[in-house]
């Protein structure tokens, strides 16, 4: 079962940031946190990572809060192509699962 | 060019046939996944092999079997068992922590 709970879907007017929440309260200390997304069947889309420090790259921010209980996922001026399914994981590597929830669906609207 | 590759894009089976999807990799990654997805729903996982000739149950692993013979191919077949077949497919594989998975482009199963 995924480890990760996220809003079903959220709205964004382009242009603006959107910011997409995950809670992942019973994540271990060794479990990353991942960002992907999908757009209409295709495969999922890797956007970003982290352990406990924000990080930022050419698609997105995470920020991950002190305790690693909830992140956020931030995409600074969304466009409607990022109009998607956003995934948060959790993972440790090794043998272990790489789990999805149901992931939150964004909507970017001109 | 380094990639995930999964055939056929569309496959259509009879009913009571089992059907393998083919999922290689040229990635040099140990671990392997397939998950099967429904219209609006998320990712489920079937199986998943971290290393050559061993593999794990998923979620949904009823009705589906795996093989895992070389690093680069890890074959989905799904049986007559599986009572709900049509879905799309996806495989994914991964070299470690710290490092992003790397997605197929899918299968898409029905059942006719």
């Known amino acids: 079962d995924a480890k990760t709970t996220q809003p079903p879907s959220m709205d964004c007017a382009e242009g603006r940031a959107a910011n997409l929440p995950c809670n992942h309260s019973?994540?271990?200390?060794?479990?990353?946190v991942y960002w992907y997304r999908q757009i209409h069947s295709q495969g999922p889309q890797y956007i970003i990572h982290g352990l406990k420090n924000n990080e930022t790259n050419e698609m997105a921010s995470l920020i991950i809060t002190e305790d690693r209980k909830s992140s956020t996922l931030i995409l600074p001026h969304a466009t409607l192509r990022d109009t998607a399914v956003y995934y948060c994981?959790?993972?440790?590597?090794?043998?272990?699962?790489?789990?999805f929830g149901k992931g939150t669906r964004l909507s970017v609207i001109a | 060019d380094g990639g995930i590759t999964q055939s056929p894009k569309y496959l259509f089976r009879k009913e009571g046939q089992n059907v393998t999807l083919s999922c290689e990799q040229n990635l040099n990654h140990d671990a392997m996944y397939w998950y099967r997805q429904d219209p609006g729903q998320g990712l489920r996982l079937i199986y998943y092999s971290q290393i050559v000739n061993d593999f794990q149950k998923g979620d949904i692993a009823e009705g589906y079997s795996v093989s895992r013979e070389k690093k680069e191919s890890f074959p989905l077949t799904v049986t007559s068992a599986q009572k709900n077949p049509t879905a799309f497919y996806l495989c994914?594989?991964?070299?470690?922590?710290?490092?992003?998975?790397?997605f197929g482009q899918g299968t898409r199963l029905t059942v006719v």
């Open positions: 994981i959790v993972f440790a590597g090794g043998n272990t699962p790489l789990v």
């Open positions: 994914a594989s991964i070299d470690g922590l710290n490092t992003e998975a790397f």
């Open positions: 019973t994540i271990s200390g060794n479990e990353y």
